[in-house]
């Protein structure tokens, strides 16, 4: 790197004006830049708070147009389909994944039915909101089973794809996952649905309040640990996206977000391919309590969402998605 010499140097002369500060700006973030996750749940006229997550909300599926006419008002590219599901409908195999009259698929029929190809949808593929444990997969022994989860993720992902899911977002963690998805959707008559691989997601502390908007946090027994991916490795990390990117994957998600800058930017430099980052639920929850109670400046938000967009993602999962015109003003 050539740099020059105080005093014929001065970094302070390009930040002196508003106007000078935004010309010389290396990273801006606009309206694409988000995915919208939108919890459903069942019932009519319903639009819930969710205690754990201060200004975001469940909505019944006759609520779901008002959501999509927002983000599309927002310009935003994609929202991102998650379910509360009922106590009643769970069960220990996560059936109600399979089940084409879910809430997930319901919502898929009607948003595609409506708005067509005017925004994308994405679907997670993992059995958690589905199972009595909370577990992503199937249980033995306290321990979650790979190759018997993958072929129900299998059908899970056919599934979605049948019901019009734009990008498959698998993040369940389990091994060869990828491959076999992405082999079925092709063997089906799905080769241009895409795959967003959850390639690295941390048995993180950050998820609590996500578990709670989907039902799954006091049925949550132990940990998630054996499959999740330990926050004490890099080199992990990118071993799971080279893997991923042999067995089809077209994206990569990065999760939770701002603790892992570091893996973004080096899958970003090593791989050259799409990633995303998921800013998650803990992580909203406690920027916006500090802020909703006067402790940290608002502005802390479009600051975490900048950092995302500096270490090299190219799209960003955030629960501030539906207000981010407000955010970027
Ligand atoms: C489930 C899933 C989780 C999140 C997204 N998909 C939670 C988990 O793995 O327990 C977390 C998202 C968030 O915290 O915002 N596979």
């Not at 089973?145 to 992902?157: A, G, H, R």
């Not at 963690?173 to 997601?201: C, E, F, H, P, V």
């Not at 975490?304 to 999962?317: H, T, Y």
Request: some cysteine; overall charge positive; charged content about 25%.
């Amino acid at each position: 790197m050539i740099t020059g010499n105080f005093p014929n140097l001065r970094l302070r002369r390009g930040r002196k004006k508003s106007w000078s500060r935004r010309l010389i700006a290396e990273n801006n973030l606009t309206p694409s830049d988000f995915i919208l996750p939108v919890f459903l749940t069942d019932g009519r006229n319903k639009k819930q708070a969710i205690s754990s997550m201060p200004g975001v909300h469940r909505y019944s599926l006759d609520k779901l147009s008002s959501v999509v006419d927002r983000a599309l008002k927002l310009k935003l590219p994609m929202i991102a389909l998650f379910p509360y599901t009922n106590k009643k409908d769970k069960d220990k195999f996560g059936t109600e994944a399979l089940n084409e009259d879910n809430l997930v698929c319901k919502a898929l029929r009607l948003i595609k039915r409506k708005y067509r190809s005017e925004i994308g949808i994405m679907c997670d593929v993992a059995l958690d909101p589905y199972t009595s444990h909370g577990q992503d997969g199937l249980v033995n022994n306290s321990y979650v089973l790979n190759d018997e989860t993958v072929e129900i993720l299998i059908k899970q992902s056919l599934l979605q794809a049948q019901m019009g899911c734009d990008v498959i977002a698998p993040s369940d963690m389990m091994d060869g996952r990828i491959g076999k998805i992405r082999k079925s959707l092709d063997r089906n008559g799905y080769k241009m649905t895409q795959i967003l691989s959850y390639a690295i997601k941390y048995a993180s502390n950050f998820y609590g309040p996500f578990r709670d908007a989907v039902g799954s946090k006091n049925i949550l027994k132990g940990d998630k640990k054996n499959y999740q991916m330990d926050f004490r490795n890099s080199d992990e990390a990118l071993r799971e996206v080279s893997l991923d990117i042999k067995e089809g994957a077209d994206m990569v998600m990065v999760k939770p977000g701002m603790p892992y800058l570091d893996i973004i930017k080096s899958i970003k430099e090593k791989f050259k391919i799409p990633v995303f980052a998921y800013q998650v639920s803990g992580e909203y929850t406690l920027l916006s309590n500090a802020i909703n109670k006067g402790f940290v400046n608002k502005n802390a938000i479009l600051e975490s969402l900048i950092s995302f967009k500096r270490s090299g993602a190219n799209a960003i999962v955030s629960y501030y998605a539906d207000r981010i015109d407000k955010i970027l003003d």
